[in-house]
């Protein structure tokens, strides 16, 4: 495939909530469809993209945050998450896809595939969450906006520029992020959600709608997961995790792929929490075992 053939092509696509940013790659069916989590964009995944040829790619932002519409703040339940996806495949004329969530969109990833399994060929979990695990262990920035309890405190920092900073650059340190790098993550993908810039306005409204009901949604998930629905899934499940995560760590891994049945479990060495960012090729090599049928065990 040429090289002006591989070119990222960027769009906004129609929702009956609001327009949805895109960046698509074209190539072969099933595309693979990345979604990200919180509180980042589209961004997370610019290192992937480009080596998942020949497979059609497509990353978006969720409505809400990167550069897709601010219009309808909330919006976002795992039902509601799921009819802006459905709503996005439709106009891409896409009938089925590799679906794969990372961090907060992994249950998002996982309730779509529940209740739509005929329009995903293959489901792939990126250091993500569901329920209630024992593992579970939320980093102390999403833990103090989630608290209702702390509000007024949360509100108070993340409407101070400089309390917001700070707190950003605490978590971008027990992440083991260099938040100084132009080209990093945090400067490229997040920084940008708290405080907008030149493509786009801050994310702000979504950051504190999506947090203030992580708990609820966190109980919803133990709900779907006790209800059997997880386990009698019979979309194949893969579950890649960076083996460097300080909160989502390899036991979570295991504990996530252990409410499906014979999922594949990857632990990528020398990858934090966004793998696909860290170690972007090896991710691609088992994304294009897992859509070739071949062995990823």
Not at 75 to 82: D, I, N
Not at 90 to 99: F, N, P, Q, S
Not at 279 to 296: F, G, I, K, Y
Request: hydrophobic share 45%; no cysteine.
């Amino acid at each position: 495939m040429t090289e002006p053939a591989l070119a990222p092509r960027d769009h906004m696509v129609e929702t009956p909530k609001g327009d949805v940013f895109v960046r698509e790659i074209p190539g072969d069916d099933p595309p693979i469809v990345l979604m990200h989590g919180f509180p980042d964009d589209h961004g997370a995944y610019d290192r992937l993209l480009p080596l998942l040829s020949p497979r059609r790619a497509v990353a978006f932002d969720w409505l809400g945050y990167g550069r897709s519409g601010r219009a309808h703040p909330g919006g976002f339940s795992l039902p509601e998450h799921a009819r802006e996806l459905e709503a996005l495949l439709d106009h891409l004329g896409i009938e089925r896809a590799v679906l794969v969530g990372h961090d907060a969109s992994g249950p998002d990833a996982v309730a779509f595939t529940v209740a739509r399994p005929q329009r995903v060929t293959q489901l792939v979990l990126l250091n993500t969450i569901f329920g209630h695990l024992p593992s579970l262990k939320l980093p102390e920035m999403i833990r103090l906006l989630a608290d209702p309890a702390l509000a007024p405190l949360a509100d108070a920092m993340i409407d101070d520029d400089a309390q917001r900073l700070w707190l950003l650059q605490f978590t971008a340190d027990h992440w083991g992020m260099d938040s100084l790098d132009p080209q990093g993550l945090a400067v490229q993908s997040i920084l940008p959600q708290f405080y907008g810039n030149a493509d786009q306005p801050d994310a702000l409204p979504a950051i504190r709608a999506w947090t203030a009901r992580l708990f609820d949604s966190l109980s919803e998930q133990d709900k779907l997961a006790d209800s059997g629905a997880l386990s009698d899934l019979r979309v194949p499940v893969s579950v890649i995790f960076g083996g460097s995560d300080p909160y989502l760590d390899p036991a979570a891994a295991r504990e996530i792929a252990g409410l499906f049945t014979h999922p594949t479990v990857h632990v990528v060495p020398g990858a934090s929490h966004w793998p696909q960012y860290d170690q972007p090729q090896l991710v691609a090599d088992l994304l294009a075992a897992l859509t070739n049928n071949r062995s990823l065990r």
